[in-house]
């Protein structure tokens, strides 16, 4: 009867992993324009330490409906996502998932500051 060897694992080789800067920065940007409806260039992404952790700062423009058609139809505000506060408090713990699952970085927060808006004529897609 033929014995099976079962292979053994070496060690993992010595040495240093890193996520630049810059490779986190273009990861959040990603996460952000995903979850708010965004082309990655429009977003602005920033860390700083916070005790730690990794706060992650974003500035970005939201895509809001023509405003005749709000005035037509105040519902398509909903098809939006909803007014842009709202849209805002729900962006952040999807960001902060996606951002530390990607990275393996510990977020602290995500601030997220609205720096204009542009006009889109259907409702968003995700």
Known sequence: MASLSVPRHR???GGHNRITTQALTSTAQAAAAEVLGVQP???RASFTDDR?????????????PPL???LDDP????????????????????ILERVESL????????DIRVIGSTV????RVL
Do not use: I, N
Not at 75 to 94: H, M
Not at 103 to 110: F, P
């Open 41 to 43: 260039a429009q977003v």
């Open 75 to 94: 519902g398509v505000v909903e098809s939006f996502g909803g007014p842009l506060w709202a849209r805002v408090e729900a962006a952040r713990t999807p």
């Open 120 to 123: 889109a004529k259907g409702a």
């Open 103 to 110: 990275t393996g970085a510990r977020l602290s927060r995500v």
């Open 68 to 70: 005749a058609r709000v």
């Open 52 to 64: 730690g952790l990794l706060a992650l700062l974003l500035a970005l423009p939201l895509p809001v």
């Open 11 to 13: 060690a993992s080789p």
